[in-house]
């Protein structure tokens, strides 16, 4: 028997890549405009690191994690997500002593064991970005346009930003406990997980799919009347500087994060179609994580988007990968070879071609370059070697012109460099 993948962890096939490479793209040069820098950070990090920042009551933590012992008896895990060792690689690297501002994005796998399905995976994908060291509301605005201006960019639009704030160490606290007494109230309603849940993390609860605990949190206490003077004041302020640029969202005071080291702001950017792997992005701010992990106290805010999710909003857009631009057919020895050359000529400098090398008839040759949907054949048969000419056919419309065997590679590469409408 054949050896296949494993769950939950996909291949991402040629046809599926140039959706890919678009949104890699779109991310390098819009994130780039905000003045983000790439960092490359491995996938496997000290299992520490994650236990640490995302928290030991999380799910990712408690039921996630791909975790092992290498040779050395060593903890390790595979990252569930890019946020900890983008911190862990800053504080190492001492990035902070070079700007007092740092602005970050990565992309690339992420592993959590969750239960796959349509839009949850194994192995899948985020695009992130972080910015560190500043605490002005404005920052939190700017991080979200930036969010926004990409989900306009790659021509998604049917999504929403919702947004909330989760407070600070200072005034969780008591809304935590505001929540376990009303939760305590309600023991018996919640499911198992719930009940579990409401000693160690109990703003999860607010978050559970369970009919039976979302009807039993109705009225719930909302963090956004528990913040205290500071939290509250930055939030009014975020929502003031995004009403300024005009960047559209909405408030969802039940909002909870599935990782612990948020402060203050947090989003998602929600989508109606995806079922319920409904959330596209997400993020917020992190003012304790930094110092959490044995770095200066220094702010940070940032999200990640799920590539698996974007691409599943885009299919059907019709994104696919460049076309060869010409298919020399040709027939016979001599001509084989001058075709050969021409080949590597124009793919030398960059002309994508193609030519076949199964000794095919023209006519099979010609198929093929109209499965390849070449913009142009060009056939170099005996013909054509004995007139001196060859025939250059434009796929699209099935115009066909001589073109002169001398010179021929300059006249082809200012043909083909130019646009395509362009005639002959
Ligand atoms: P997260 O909400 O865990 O946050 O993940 C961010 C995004 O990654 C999700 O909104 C979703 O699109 C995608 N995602 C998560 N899990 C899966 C999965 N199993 N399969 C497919 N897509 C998934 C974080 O990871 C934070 N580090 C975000 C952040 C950055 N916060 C601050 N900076």
Same mark, same amino acid.
């Given at each position: 028997m054949s050896i296949t993948g494993i769950k939950g962890m996909n291949d991402i096939l040629p046809a599926d890549v140039a959706t890919w490479q678009f949104l890699e793209q779109t991310a390098r040069d819009i994130f780039g405009t905000y003045g983000c820098q790439e960092i490359r950070?491995?996938?496997?990090?000290?299992?520490?690191l994650f236990? @640490?920042?995302? *928290?030991?009551? $999380?799910?990712?933590?408690?039921?996630?994690?791909? $975790?092992?012992?290498?040779?050395?008896?060593?903890?390790l895990t595979l990252r569930p997500e890019g946020t900890a060792p983008v911190m862990r690689s800053f504080i190492q690297h001492k990035l902070f002593n070079q700007d007092q501002v740092t602005k970050l994005y990565y992309m690339g796998p992420m592993f959590r064991y969750e239960r796959p399905q349509k839009g949850r995976y194994r192995q899948f994908h985020q695009i992130g970005a972080e910015i560190i060291g500043i605490d002005d509301p404005r920052i939190d605005a700017q991080v979200l346009a930036m969010l926004s201006h990409y989900f306009e960019a790659v021509g998604i639009d049917d999504v929403s930003?919702?947004?909330?704030?989760? *407070?600070?160490?200072?005034?969780?606290?008591?809304y935590r406990a505001t929540l376990i007494e009303f939760l305590q109230q309600r023991m018996e309603q919640l499911c198992p997980d719930c009940q579990r849940r409401c000693a160690s993390n109990p703003l999860r609860v607010l978050d559970c799919k369970a009919k039976a605990c979302q009807e039993a949190t109705v009225g719930a206490p909302s963090v956004l009347d528990h913040l205290c003077t500071d939290c509250e004041t930055h939030f009014a302020s975020v929502q003031k500087h995004l009403d300024l640029i005009g960047t559209p969202y909405s408030i969802n005071d039940r909002m909870v994060r599935g990782l612990d080291y948020y402060t203050k702001t947090t989003f998602e950017m929600?989508?109606?179609?995806?079922?319920s792997q409904n959330a596209v992005a997400a993020g917020g701010r992190y003012d304790g994580l930094i110092e959490d992990l044995g770095g200066p106290s220094l702010p940070g805010i940032g999200f990640a988007m799920g590539v698996e999710r974007l691409a599943l909003l885009l299919e059907g857009n019709g994104i696919t990968t460049a076309t060869p631009k010409l298919f020399i057919a040709a027939m016979g020895s001599e001509a084989e070879n001058m075709a050969f050359s021409l080949l590597n000529q124009l793919q030398h400098h960059g002309i994508h071609a193609e030519m076949d090398f199964s000794g095919?008839?023209? +006519?099979?040759?010609? @198929?093929?370059?109209?499965?390849? +949907?070449?913009s142009y054949t060009l056939f170099l048969g005996e013909n054509e070697l004995a007139d001196g000419n060859a025939q250059l056919k434009c796929m699209s419309d099935g115009?066909? $012109?001589?073109?002169?065997?001398? *010179?021929?590679?300059?006249?082809?590469?200012?043909?083909l460099d130019a646009p395509l409408s362009t005639s002959l």
């Open positions: 950070v491995p996938v496997v990090e000290k299992t520490e236990c @640490r920042s995302i *928290g030991e009551t $999380t799910d990712i933590v408690e039921k996630e994690m791909y $975790t092992f012992d290498d040779k050395s008896d060593h903890s930003l919702q947004i909330n704030s989760l *407070g600070c160490p200072e005034c969780r606290p008591g929600i989508t109606n179609n995806l079922g095919k008839s023209l +006519k099979a040759q010609l @198929r093929r370059a109209n499965k390849l +949907k070449c115009e066909q $012109t001589a073109l002169p065997l001398e *010179g021929i590679f300059v006249q082809l590469r200012q043909l």
